[in-house]
């Protein structure tokens, strides 16, 4: 079963072609039997029915007037784990007591208010600590193209049902390339609007996360975003966003573009995405190869993420802690406010250059993750699997720096590497300027072609028995 794209299921539900409840129905049962890869953690039930029945009594009686005010009729969505949901327990990925109260997350809220039907939870690493879904909860989520390797995190399990088609979309946050990094290694597409357009709450005190969307397709992430956009009072950031909207319109066309290539960069990587670069010179491009250099970047990003985490787990939590993310909470209690002052301090020089930067761009492209996917069992390469060495995300140079920033990016697929194995390309704008990020994404979409699906693959474990 693949779920279609939404604006087919618009169509077919315009069209009597189906219900919304038969809709519902045929996600749900192929989320209970056939999530072969541990995308989710948990599986909706009568509540998705019943809203399912309300959105076909609401067509019923409106005909195509339904969709006035309600623009997301009938799809299907999955919520990652760390978000919160009224009717589905949420475990952020641990075994440790989830105090907050069981009510939807904004975004979530405002997903079902446009007629979305949530039909499950998705796995995710301890509160999204790792870029892989590796946790005492329930198996780490497998590659959809490869089941001995990993789907990526930290929402893996987002990237991996979008990529076998349970459900029109997912909801998903990223903090340090949680989206991108996973529907690079899912051949889905991943956005991370700019920070604060989409409201987080409760808020991080990092203020690295953002929430955003995958899907199969630029159009359907966008759609997904666009609802969930927009201020909340409990997140004191939200409408930051538009802060430098650019002025021009986003056009698509003859954009001068800086092309980066990180080092690390594996050949297989870098024959597939130089061919998303050839398409965008094609499409009327100025592409230019450039560098953005920032001193002893990745030390500030493990230093604010490490002080985060202490500052969110007292030690009484330790005995139930994941083993991995204890040795970063261990490691941020012992730094001192002048450390985390600098760490700010290289945050804000990394701002200054981007700005610079992005007056001479109007989009950065490059490859969204330099690596092919790494074994299922570990939260990176084998030269980063260690926490203790602190290296956990380092191997992911590409997606970071643009949660320090706050820009919006987008990855989509860029094709599969000799291996058979996907690769994402990255296009990140100034901070407010998602319509041109979006908008030259869905051109480059459309030059690259979709990706080839995932071959059948044998069976692991259903997700029925990975509930815990």
């Given at each position: 079963?693949?779920?279609?794209?939404?604006?087919?299921?618009?169509?077919?539900?315009?069209?009597?072609?189906?219900?919304?409840?038969?809709?519902?129905?045929?996600?749900?049962?192929?989320?209970?039997?056939?999530?072969?890869?541990?995308?989710?953690?948990?599986?909706?039930?009568?509540?998705?029915?019943?809203?399912?029945?309300?959105?076909?009594?609401?067509?019923?009686?409106?005909?195509?007037?339904?969709?006035?005010?309600?623009?997301?009729?009938?799809?299907?969505?999955?919520?990652?784990?760390?978000?919160?949901?009224?009717?589905?327990?949420?475990?952020?990925?641990?075994?440790?007591?989830?105090?907050?109260?069981r009510q939807d997350a904004p975004a979530v809220a405002r997903l079902r208010a446009a007629g979305a039907v949530v039909i499950g939870k998705t796995t995710t690493s301890e509160y999204g600590w790792s870029a892989s879904t590796l946790g005492q909860v329930t198996p780490p989520t497998a590659n959809p193209y490869a089941p001995h390797l990993t789907a990526g995190g930290s929402s893996g399990g987002a990237a991996a049902a979008v990529a076998t088609g349970l459900g029109e979309g997912a909801l998903a946050t990223d903090g340090a390339g949680s989206i991108r990094i996973p529907a690079a290694f899912c051949a889905v597409v991943g956005y991370k609007p700019s920070y604060g357009r989409v409201p987080y709450v409760p808020n991080g005190v990092e203020r690295l996360a953002h929430q955003g969307t995958l899907a199969r397709t630029v159009a359907d992430a966008a759609a997904l975003a666009d609802v969930?956009?927009?201020?909340?009072?409990?997140?004191?950031?939200?409408?930051?966003?538009?802060?430098?909207?650019?002025?021009?319109?986003?056009?698509?066309?003859?954009?001068?573009?800086?092309?980066?290539?990180?080092?690390?960069?594996?050949?297989?990587?870098?024959?597939?995405?130089?061919?998303?670069?050839?398409?965008?010179r094609d499409q009327g491009h100025q592409v230019e190869r450039t560098q953005v250099r920032c001193q002893d970047l990745y030390p500030a990003l493990v230093d604010i993420l490490a002080a985060a985490e202490a500052a969110g787990t007292p030690p009484q939590d330790e005995e139930r802690c994941d083993p991995g993310r204890l040795d970063i909470v261990r490691y941020g209690r012992t730094l001192s406010a002048a450390a985390l002052l600098r760490?700010?301090?290289?945050?804000?020089?990394?701002?200054?250059?981007?700005?610079?930067?992005?007056?001479?761009?109007?989009?950065?492209?490059?490859?969204?993750?330099?690596?092919?996917?790494?074994?299922?069992?570990?939260?990176?390469?084998?030269w980063a699997a260690d926490p203790r060495d602190l290296l956990w995300l380092a191997w992911s140079p590409a997606s970071y720096p643009f949660n320090m920033t706050g820009q919006?990016?987008?990855?989509?697929?860029?094709?599969?590497?000799?291996?058979?194995?996907?690769?994402?390309?990255?296009?990140?704008?100034?901070?407010?300027?998602?319509?041109?990020?979006?908008?030259?994404?869905?051109?480059?979409?459309?030059?690259?072609?979709?990706?080839?699906?995932?071959?059948?693959?044998?069976?692991?474990?259903?997700?029925?028995?990975?509930?815990?």
């Open positions: 079963m693949t779920a279609p794209g939404i604006g087919d299921l618009t169509q077919r539900l315009r069209q009597g072609q189906t219900t919304a409840t038969e809709h519902v129905q045929s996600v749900l049962h192929a989320v209970r039997t056939k999530d072969t890869l541990g995308a989710f953690v948990t599986a909706a039930g009568d509540e998705a029915l019943r809203a399912a029945e309300q959105v076909d009594r609401r067509i019923r009686e409106r005909g195509p007037d339904a969709w006035r005010g309600a623009p997301l009729l009938g799809v299907t969505v999955s919520v990652k784990d760390l978000l919160q949901t009224r009717d589905l327990p949420t475990t952020r990925g641990s075994r440790l007591t989830n105090r907050r109260p969930i956009a927009g201020p909340h009072p409990g997140d004191p950031d939200s409408g930051l966003g538009s802060i430098d909207r650019p002025p021009d319109s986003p056009d698509s066309r003859a954009r001068p573009i800086g092309w980066i290539e990180y080092e690390g960069t594996s050949d297989e990587i870098r024959k597939v995405t130089e061919q998303a670069m050839a398409a965008l760490a700010e301090g290289v945050r804000q020089q990394l701002r200054t250059r981007l700005r610079s930067v992005m007056r001479r761009y109007s989009l950065l492209a490059m490859a969204t993750v330099p690596i092919e996917p790494f074994d299922l069992g570990a939260i990176g390469p084998p919006p990016a987008v990855t989509l697929p860029a094709g599969l590497t000799g291996s058979g194995l996907p690769a994402g390309i990255q296009l990140v704008g100034p901070v407010g300027a998602d319509d041109l990020v979006l908008t030259v994404a869905h051109r480059l979409e459309t030059e690259l072609g979709p990706p080839p699906p995932p071959r059948p693959q044998h069976a692991l474990v259903p997700a029925t028995e990975r509930t815990p």
